[in-house]
């Protein structure tokens, strides 16, 4: 999965790696793409804490202390290091409406 190889190459497995690591997910990304490499990164390393924020809004990694960012579009500071780890269609899908009567 390509989440997994992103989150493999930003940790070396030569390395024991202990403490809190700072996260911020959008909560539909956490579930369907990051989950499965956050299991696997617990378990590679038992002696790590994750703390996750599960939110969309914008704000500053450092202000804000965070490790790590996963967001969604394109992004909007140049400066900080970023790398794409999924494609995820989106469509937008709805009922009709129950009487003809009612302006969409």
Known sequence: M???QAVAAVWDD???LSGTVRLSLPPDIATAVLAPALIGFKTRYPDATIEMTLADRRFSLIEEGYDLLVRMGPVADSELMFRKIAD???ALV????SSPHIPI
């Open 2 to 4: 390509l989440a997994e």
């Open 14 to 16: 030569r390395v024991a």
């Open 88 to 90: 995820l269609p989106r």
């Open 94 to 97: 709805a009922s009709p409406p």
